[in-house]
């Protein structure tokens, strides 16, 4: 065990735990920030997407001692309110089926109109390929990215 | 706590401590007979809770897995009590005797409670009705609702359910509601958002994963790594070692490490130093496939189930005969939660909560195991991250009561990936052969066999019934790697075989494939041979629909189509599947799907689930295989089980639904099987290469 702080969602944390952990379990278990999402473990399904200084990265392969001072940002953290352009477009769109992937759906689309703002359908294949939708709501995906696009450019 | 009973005892309204009323509906409201009644199809309830302080709360009966229930259900409640849907509350019911079938599988949600839950909301509106007018003493024809409350238009007064609830609560309970007029229907049929849209996008503590309970500790299991092996010698002393760890356990053919956090379980459970012994036969895929192969090659030695006419007959004289093989693959479910459930034995008593497609299965099996009453025994599923059939099995839940009895300790059970993929209950793999006569411009004979681990295959088709000469027959295939429901199961895989066999029938006869079938259909209505246990009307209504949407019979330079229709849950459903050519492969550009499946209650989430199915029908046809190696599966996780991207995703789906007044018919699997069908026979125009196995993905490649 070993005491880590830690920079998430603009606040300082201190944990005590295995420095091996992987940062999804961290996050899960220690910080009860939940909505970070385990799929798989081994980085293939994007479940567990966080930001680590506003790229996406998969929590559950990172371990919690290599995260040092870069700032973390959760699904809790994506904005105040719930009202983060991608997160209106999802519920406006209707997006969800079972729900499980969407955190980390939003997490990786998020920081891709963070670089791209105006992503074309092959921007949004190649960011967002990481993530399995397993009840298959790619198409409302691919849509509310557009129109959250759109929301922000107004902005 | 007062309640009133009407005479017949159908419904229950209890007025509330507080002030409120709470309505549950039962058609056999006796205890003792509730208890069989857990596992009857077709037994409706649900209720209704209304507070004096104006919250209005709506309980969805069935597990939420994905399919939309807990927002379609209240949907129809709502509509017939008359509240504004935005001002209500939903939560999913607990299992509870008196609510009938709350079970998620058989797409039977909706279909199996629209009038229950129609007739529910009814009857508390009546009531609320009543209690006004008899409060301003004016006749209850006279009083009409609106958005949860009582209005007598001619004195202009108004009063909230929330003010009538504890009135309305001491009323005789009316017999026979009136139900609305389907053409006033104001919220069922349109679009309405997932009542946990706001949640799931926020990220909050939604799903069984989620469970955080005073004094559980986390546990991950060691089970047996190969279908045929047991458990030998347990050394757990460095396991015991790993800081964190709390608890070992024996359970069954496994062991549990309990532990503080997840991952210091994990780390346990991969420390402990386990003697696994083969006591049977380790199983091989790829002997499975060859003794299906041998199989086929023989006579059926089961009767048919069904034999019309004389197949081998009409083979005589012949201009042609078509005899192929098709194959599918083992395959497991996947969904995106890992399963986990929490589980809390204490003092004869059982606290149970996570994810199950059948609490009241989960409940027998512990109560039998443990020996405590079921009515010592509370258990309630959160929103769950899919179901596909996985959890149509109570072996999630039951392992983590057994776990906590033997631990004596409240535990979250949490399984990896790697654990899902290995102790599955999987789509069963298969072996179909085809076998048809024709002449030079008809379809003589139709002949399926089919082969599949388990039980085995079964069922026909739509062929049946309008050809003179049909015969299907099935037969199982004993193994002891483990079987079991998976999304539309049966017609997951007989549409693929019987759907793409007909395209080769067609392009046998060079015949247009949507008019061949129109032309079937009206033989089995015109001509009927035998039963058929589908409506002809209904198949034309989709295959008409699906033609006129995607302009079957233009061409686009480029494009390539292909066309499939199934029935299922009560369903019909016609597919056109476009696709196009991206660096030599075949890639899905755009899908159409027509669908006859009654009243739509959430136009939203009836066509989120049409799109689903169809992007899982893609997605299973291109991409996954179980593959077992000596009992085990050698597809461990995603890197290797694969499922469609965003890449593979087609980026438009256009749905609609045949306009109906008929009762709501399944909705969560009929759009998945013909699917795969239209991909094939796409492809094949596409490429002229006939995809008589899955995946796909490995046959293109
Ligand atoms: S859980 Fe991290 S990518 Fe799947
Ligand atoms: S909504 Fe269920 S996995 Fe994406």
């Not at chain 2, 609702?145 to 009582?150: L, P, S």
């Not at chain 2, 589908?534 to 008409?544: A, L, M, N, T």
């Not at chain 2, 689930?609 to 893609?618: T, W």
Request: glycine share 8%; aromatic share 8%.
């Amino acid at each position: 065990m070993a005491a880590i702080n830690l920079n998430v969602n603009g606040k300082t944390v201190s944990v005590d735990v295995d420095p091996a952990t992987p940062l999804l379990w961290v996050l899960r278990d220690h910080l009860n920030l939940v909505g970070t999402k385990f799929g798989c473990g081994i980085a293939q399904c994007g479940a567990c997407t966080v930001h680590l200084n506003g790229s996406a990265v998969r929590s559950c392969s990172l371990p919690v001692s290599s995260v040092k001072n870069n700032a973390i940002v959760t699904i809790e953290g994506l904005s105040e309110t719930g009202d983060h352009p991608l997160q209106q477009a999802w519920e406006e769109l209707d997006v969800s089926q079972c729900g499980y992937c969407q955190a980390g759906q939003i997490m990786s689309a998020a920081a891709l109109l963070k670089r791209n703002p105006k992503p074309t359908d092959q921007d949004i294949d190649n960011a967002m390929s990481g993530n399995i939708c397993r009840c298959g709501t790619h198409v409302r995906i691919r849509k509310a990215i557009h129109s959250a696009a759109k929301t922000q450019s107004k902005n | 706590m007062a309640t009133t009973h009407s005479r017949r005892n159908f419904l229950k309204v209890s007025a509330l401590s507080g002030g409120g009323m709470l309505i549950s509906f039962s058609l056999f409201n006796l205890p003792a007979e509730a208890k069989a009644l857990d596992d009857m199809i077709f037994t409706p309830n649900a209720y209704i809770k209304i507070t004096a302080d104006g919250t209005i709360v709506l309980f969805a009966p069935n597990p939420e897995i994905g399919q939309g229930v807990k927002t379609s259900l209240p949907m129809i409640i709502a509509e017939e009590l008359g509240v504004d849907w935005k001002k209500i509350k939903v939560e999913l019911a607990a299992l509870d005797k008196r609510m009938g079938r709350q079970t998620a599988g058989g797409s039977g949600s909706v279909r199996g409670r629209f009038t229950e839950l129609r007739t529910v909301g009814a009857t508390a509106r009546e009531m609320l009705t009543t209690a006004a007018a008899q409060q301003w003493n004016v006749p209850v024809t006279e009083c009409t609702v609106e958005n949860g409350e009582v209005i007598h238009k001619a004195s202009g007064k108004k009063l909230s359910y929330a003010t009538l609830a504890s009135a309305a609560a001491k009323l005789e309970v009316p017999e026979k509601p009136t139900l609305k007029d389907p053409k006033d229907f104001k919220l069922i049929g349109t679009r309405v958002k997932d009542v946990d849209a706001h949640h799931i996008v926020t990220g909050k503590p939604l799903f069984g994963i989620d469970t955080r309970k005073e004094g559980m500790l986390f546990a991950m299991v060691s089970r047996a790594p190969a279908y045929g092996k047991t458990l030998g010698e347990v050394n757990d002393a460095a396991a015991l070692k790993i800081e964190g760890v709390k608890k070992v356990v024996k359970i069954k053919n496994a062991v549990a490490v309990l532990a503080t956090s997840t991952w210091a379980a994990k780390k346990g459970r991969d420390a402990l130093v386990i003697q696994w012994n083969a006591n049977e036969k380790l199983e091989n895929s790829a002997e499975h496939f060859e003794m299906f192969k041998k199989a086929l090659e023989k006579p059926a030695p089961t009767e048919p189930t069904r034999n019309d006419g004389d197949v081998e007959a009409a083979k005589n004289g012949a201009a042609k005969v078509l005899d192929v093989t098709y194959e599918i693959p083992t395959l497991s479910h996947g969904q995106m939660e890992p399963l986990n459930f929490f589980a809390n034995v204490k003092d004869g008593k059982v606290e149970l909560f996570g994810p199950t497609q059948v609490p009241g299965a989960v409940r027998a099996e512990i109560s039998k195991l443990l020996g405590i009453a079921e009515e010592n025994i509370s258990i309630s599923s959160p929103r769950q991250g899919g179901g596909f059939g996985r959890k149509l099995m109570t072996d999630n839940g039951v392992e983590a009561a057994l776990i906590s009895a033997e631990a004596q300790c409240p535990v979250q059970v949490q399984w990896t990936r790697e654990d899902d993929m290995q102790n599955d209950f999987y789509r069963p793999a298969e072996m179909w052969r085809y076998r048809a006569a024709l002449s030079s411009d008809q379809l003589l004979s139709w002949h399926q066999s089919g082969i599949g681990i388990g039980r085995g295959v079964r069922g026909d088709s739509y062929v049946a019934g309008a050809l003179t000469n049909y015969r299907a027959e099935g037969q199982g295939f004993t193994s002891n790697t483990p079987t079991g429901w998976w999304r539309a199961p049966g017609a997951n895989t007989l549409a693929y075989v019987a759907e793409s066999f007909m395209d080769e029938v067609c392009t046998a006869l060079k015949k247009d494939p949507v008019a061949f079938r129109l032309e079937l259909f009206k033989k089995a209505k015109e001509q009927t041979v035998g039963k058929i246990n589908y409506d002809p009307e209904k198949y034309k209504s989709v295959v008409e629909l699906v033609a006129k949407m995607s302009k079957w019979g233009t061409k686009t330079p480029g494009v390539f189509r292909g066309f499939s229709t199934w029935f299922s849950f009560g369903s019909y459903v016609a597919q056109v599947v476009d696709v196009h050519m991206l660096d030599g492969q075949p890639k899905v550009k755009k899908v159409y799907c027509a669908v006859n499946c009654g009243r739509v209650i959430n136009l939203s989430g009836a066509e989120n689930q049409v799109q689903g199915s169809i992007v899982d029908g893609i997605s299973h046809a291109m991409f996954p295989k179980v593959t077992f190696v000596n009992g085990a599966v050698a597809e461990t996780n995603f890197n290797t089980y694969k499922f469609l991207r965003m890449k593979d995703a087609p980026t438009e789906i256009d749905v609609q639904f045949v306009e109906s007044d008929e009762a709501p018919s399944g909705l969560g699997e009929p759009a998945l099987p013909p699917l795969a069908a239209a991909l094939a026979n796409a492809i094949f125009a596409a490429t002229g290469k006939r995809l008589r196995k899955m995946p796909f993905a490995e046959q293109l490649a």
